[in-house]
């Protein structure tokens, strides 16, 4: 099983850019995927998660209104685009799976991506 997380990089303050993350090995069309971030010397920290269906998503709140999280079960893969980003979004951004349905802690993280790097100059 692999999570290809892409679609880092360096964006100026008010920027966007999308993330992709493409699992491969099995298919996760009946499980939870969410994004988490971590900035240097800091906790992995929730970001986003959307249900199997795609019908339900949930945001942290410095993210809310500025990222959308979906997904495309046919291609096994999950996006997160991210508008009107701020120095303070900055961070190795991790896609993950996990079998609840809701906001997943860390402990309910059945696999993660290898993370993706994302940089905002102010």
């Known amino acids: 099983v692999q999570l290809q997380a892409s679609g880092g990089g360096l964006v100026q303050a008010g920027g966007s850019l999308r993330l992709s993350c493409a699992a491969s090995g099995r298919t996760f069309s009946s499980y939870g995927m969410s994004w988490f971030r971590q900035a240097p010397g800091k906790e992995r920290d929730f970001v986003a998660s959307?249900?199997?269906?795609?019908?339900?998503?949930y945001y942290t709140d410095s993210v809310k209104g500025r990222f959308t999280i979906s997904r495309d079960n046919a291609k096994n893969t999950v996006y997160l685009q991210m508008n009107s980003l701020k120095p303070e979004d900055a961070a190795v951004y991790y896609c993950?799976?996990?079998?609840?349905?809701?906001?997943?802690?860390?402990?309910?993280?059945?696999?993660w991506g290898q993370g993706t790097l994302v940089t905002v100059s102010s």
């Open positions: 993950a799976v996990h079998s609840n349905q809701g906001i997943p802690t860390i402990d309910q993280i059945l696999y």
């Open positions: 959307i249900t199997w269906s795609g019908y339900s998503t």
